[in-house]
């Protein structure tokens, strides 16, 4: 959008200088602090064909061109127990599916050992349909999540530069699936939080779709492709909605932590695996 170059009605130049400086801050990768109303959810759609993906059609470690690995065992925040490794023993790719493996294992001062996956720099996405097919672990204390978070951190630390969980599972609530959004307004640290939940009692044995749809007006959360789940952007700026930046995928499981292990942890249950067999992203029609 260009500048006006005739003399307007007041009201008309000042709605098209905000317009024009919010495509600009846009263009340079980052956000207006007030965000205006948007047009509904239902007025976006999505292409058919994903623009990243991975089918996990191949053996051995994952796609190194799509993939990283975190490593480390200080809690991650959540006080938990694992030490994530970039070791094909937690993270392996064969038959059609990536296999994620948290075992009971002594290393680096830790009891289990568990990996973490995510795209960032690799897989970068703002707005779009993201869905990931998963058959999830089972047992008391395992944690595992599909999830998004910020690439450009551009309001801040956790939360105020945003986290969307696809999905998460507490193994002691067996088939009780969380969708949540994370935000400096919204979180479970001031009471705040959104989320919804939603039992899949068979979880643990079958593969099921976990999806979310992502565009300027809201975010929806579904499973098996029912809605379960919406966070609506109320128009008030980035502590209430900081997603109008780049996220990536995230792939885990954690061991215990301030949630996951609420119940303890049965250590029978390990290893305990996440079958995963594709994560797909759709780009939203008109996003380049």
């Known amino acids: 959008m260009k500048h006006p170059r005739t003399l307007l009605d007041a009201s008309i130049l000042l709605f098209a200088l905000h317009a024009s400086t919010c495509l600009a801050q846009e263009a340079a990768g980052t956000a207006a602090i007030t965000a205006s109303p948007s047009p509904p959810h239902t007025s976006w759609s999505f292409e058919t064909t994903p623009a990243w993906q991975d089918e996990f059609d191949y053996s051995g470690l994952p796609d190194p061109g799509k993939w990283s690995f975190e490593q480390g065992g200080d809690g991650w925040g959540n006080h938990e127990l694992q030490y994530y490794t970039h ?106 939080q959104k989320t919804a939940t939603h039992v899949v009692a068979d979880a643990m044995t079958q593969f099921h779709r976990y999806r979310v749809d992502w565009t300027p007006a809201s975010i929806r959360g579904y499973i098996d492709d029912v809605q379960v789940y919406e966070f609506v952007n109320e128009g008030t700026g980035p502590a209430a909605w900081p997603f109008d930046q780049r996220f990536h995928f995230l792939l885990n499981i954690a061991v215990g932590g301030d949630w996951g292990g609420k119940e303890g942890v049965d250590k029978d249950i390990f290893p305990a695996t996440m079958q995963v067999d594709y994560v797909r992203a759709y780009r939203m029609v008109g996003v380049p």
């Open 87 to 192: 070791s094909l023993k937690n993270a392996r790719v064969g038959e059609g599916v990536l296999s994620i493996t948290a075992r009971r294992q002594k290393i680096e001062g830790s009891d289990y050992s568990s990996a973490r996956l995510r795209s960032k720099d690799k897989g970068d996405f703002l707005y779009g349909r993201f869905e990931v097919r998963a058959k999830l672990p089972g047992g008391r204390g395992t944690w595992p999540a599909i999830w998004m978070l910020p690439t450009d951190q551009a309001y801040g630390g956790w939360p105020k530069s945003g986290e969307i969980d696809i999905m998460e599972h507490v193994g002691y609530d067996p088939g009780r699936i969380h969708v949540t959004m994370h935000t400096g307004a919204y979180n479970h640290t001031i009471g705040t």
